[in-house]
């Protein structure tokens, strides 16, 4: 399984971006993205892998409180992408946003340990 983050940049306060992670590998390619729970977490300079959205397994979508309403995950099974679009951007959002794939429910899909596979990463930088 192989996931490819892409979408991040640079963009003012109360902006918007979307990112993208594309799933790859013959996992996917035979059972599809429904196999799988898949997340957005985030790592600024400093600090610790934090969670921010995910839809796990069983299907519905949660989100950390700091960007509840604001962020939106969602998923194209047909495409085997997922998609974090992020509205009303603040400088606190600067990180670098990683997906990830994995057998994910709700008691696991926050912690990073659970998931199985992982995108390089694609940095958001939000300046004031």
């Known amino acids: 399984v192989q996931l490819q983050a892409s979408g991040g940049g640079l963009v003012q306060a109360g902006g918007s971006l979307r990112l993208s992670c594309a799933a790859s590998?013959?996992?996917?390619?035979?059972?599809?993205?429904?196999?799988?729970?898949m997340g957005w977490f985030r790592q600024a300079p400093g600090k610790e892998r934090e969670f921010v959205a995910a839809i796990p397994w069983s299907g519905g979508t949660y989100y950390a409180d700091s960007v509840k309403g604001r962020f939106t995950i969602s998923r194209d099974s047909a495409k085997n992408t997922v998609y974090l679009q992020m509205n009303t951007l603040k400088p606190e959002d600067t990180a670098v946003y990683y997906c990830?794939?994995?057998?994910?429910?709700?008691?696991?899909?926050?912690?990073?340990?659970?998931?199985?596979?992982w995108g390089q990463g694609t940095l958001v930088t939000v300046s004031s």
């Open positions: 590998g013959r996992t996917f390619s035979s059972y599809g993205m429904g196999t799988y729970g």
């Open positions: 990830a794939a994995g057998r994910v429910v709700l008691t696991t899909m926050q912690d990073p340990s659970s998931y199985a596979y």
